[in-house]
């Protein structure tokens, strides 16, 4: 049973930067995908970033260029490095693994002012 536990959200100032960090414990077997998805209020649940089984990077058009994902093995965690963050970016952001089924963590949120 693969668990997720997120940190690093909080209230930034359009411009700004936040890391997002993700602890993954309970073994990462089979595992296809490792990333982020975002959820802003009355919306659904959108990809942002992951590291494919064959450690290939992805990320949504709306993020590119200003996120960075990473994976830090000997830790077994996966961050979210956000620059130039949007008000747009306001969201709670949820780690999700993909191995065999599909596990989330409970999500941190980013609020981005104006």
């Known amino acids: 049973q693969v668990q997720l536990v997120e940190s690093g959200g909080g209230l930034v100032q359009a411009g700004g930067s936040l890391r997002l960090s993700c602890a993954a414990s309970?073994?990462?077997?089979?595992?296809?995908?490792l990333g982020w998805y975002r959820q802003a209020p009355g919306q659904q649940r959108e990809f942002v970033a992951s590291?494919?089984?064959?450690?290939?990077?992805n990320y949504s058009d709306s993020v590119k260029g200003r996120f960075t994902i990473s994976r830090d093995f000997a830790k077994n965690t996966v961050s979210l490095q956000m620059n130039n963050l949007k008000p747009e970016d306001t969201a709670v952001y949820f780690c999700?693994?993909?191995?065999?089924?599909?596990?989330w963590g409970q999500g941190t949120l980013v609020s981005v002012s104006s």
């Open positions: 590291f494919s089984a064959a450690g290939n990077t």
């Open positions: 999700h693994c993909r191995a065999l089924v599909d596990y």
């Open positions: 309970g073994g990462l077997f089979n595992l296809a995908a």
